[in-house]
């Protein structure tokens, strides 16, 4: 496979489950983030990787923890969500040596909570 | 501070050109990017432009940039359906990208 993957396409939880999303990028990228994609709303950045270290975390609730453990996968723990968090999460990936560094982003999961 | 703006919807017949605009704040961006999202996708990049650059063609799509005001627009020329989409700009600051909340281009016949 080659380029971002993200699974699962679709999940629906319950305010009460605990479920992970999880993206891979076959790239070589040393960069991964997670964004929030609400309609009519610019991307929030959630979380970025850099170089398997977490350099931001835009006051993201503690219902949304981030993990990455190689600089190949990134996932996202959910856990007592509400249901405003139904939304479309997209992973992306880049190289950030050098001053261009176009993501490429994976299809997306979307999530909603009941 | 990043803040994108751009308009939230376009209609535009098919066979025109169609223009989508954006505004950015951050003076210090070297990028800046237009992303192109389909129904049930991801973002895909179109292009980018150096912020040195006051304009990039690239076969039907025009990018033009207005560092002063700091304004940049996305001009596709002779619209097909299959440039319905949601359009994003983007600014480039430290290791990420500040995105609008995207236009949604519709064609119609």
């Known amino acids: 496979e080659t380029g971002v993957t993200q699974t699962p396409r679709h999940l629906v939880m319950g305010m009460t489950n605990k479920k992970s999303l999880k993206c891979e990028q076959h790239l070589g990228h040393n960069a991964m983030y997670w964004y929030k994609q609400s309609a009519k709303k610019p991307l929030e950045l959630m979380f970025v990787?850099?170089?398997?270290?977490?350099?931001e975390n835009n006051s993201v609730p503690s219902r949304f923890s981030p993990e990455c453990p190689n600089s190949s996968h990134l996932f996202l723990h959910l856990h007592t969500l509400q249901p405003e968090d139904s939304a479309l999460y997209l992973c992306?990936?880049?190289?950030?040596?050098?001053?261009?560094?176009?993501?490429?982003f994976g299809s997306g999961t979307r999530l909603t909570v009941v | 501070g990043e803040d994108v703006e751009q308009s939230l919807f376009l209609s535009v017949r098919e066979g025109d050109s169609s223009v989508i605009n954006c505004t950015y704040t951050d003076s210090s961006s070297t990028y800046l990017y237009w992303y192109k999202q389909e129904p049930g996708a991801g973002l895909q990049l179109l292009t980018y432009i150096f912020s040195n650059m006051d304009m990039k063609q690239d076969q039907r799509l025009t990018v033009l940039l207005n560092k002063k005001d700091k304004h940049l627009s996305l001009r596709i020329a002779d619209t097909q359906t299959g440039d319905s989409a949601i359009y994003f700009c983007a600014e480039n600051g430290d290791y990420k990208l500040s995105f609008g909340a995207g236009t949604t281009v519709t064609v119609r016949a």
């Open positions: 992306a990936s880049s190289q950030v040596e050098g001053s261009h560094y176009g993501y490429t």
């Open positions: 990787y850099s170089l398997e270290e977490r350099v």
